[in-house]
């Protein structure tokens, strides 16, 4: 039996032992954690985070895997802890980003965009700010005013020249969406 969709699985109750069927986004070392990955379901693009196992190699971005493991709900996102390593199955295009839209106001108002890859533009406000790993958080008001965080993982910022980092920049950022518009 093929795993299951990823908005199926977004649906399996917590501490569930499943299978997942989905094209990788964003690979292991790309989300401020060496282990932690995204799949999104071709059709949707609805998405998920994916604790993959150290062994887990070769993985790149647009390969359909199914991925085996306890559906978790770890530092505040639903993610699915691996049990071992990642099916290929094919390949397919990942989905385009999608336009964020601010969801209604409540703690788990951002749950549906949770794991999707998306597109925003706005401006850098403020200093960047150390995380772990030497990743950096920064602030980007959109034009509506609201304010959404990005993270950026020392390897991004490598690539960057240092301007793209003031604030003030206005900037277009691509990424995977975490828990609370982050």
Known sequence: LPGLAVGEARATPIGSQIRVRGVITALPGELAESLLAA???????SGIFVLVPPTASGLMRGQLVEMSGIL???????????TAAPLMVGSASPPLPLAVKRPAAGAWAWEAWEGRRIRVDGTLAGSPSALADGAVS??????????????????VLLTLPAALQEAG?????EGVIHQRGS
């Open 169 to 173: 920049r206005h900037v277009r950022l």
């Open 138 to 155: 920064l602030r980007l008001r959109l034009s509506s005013g609201e304010e959404l965080l990005a993270a950026a993982t020392r390897s």
């Open 39 to 45: 799949i999104h379901d071709p059709s949707d693009g």
């Open 72 to 82: 978790t709900l770890r530092r505040q996102a639903l993610t699915l802890v691996t």
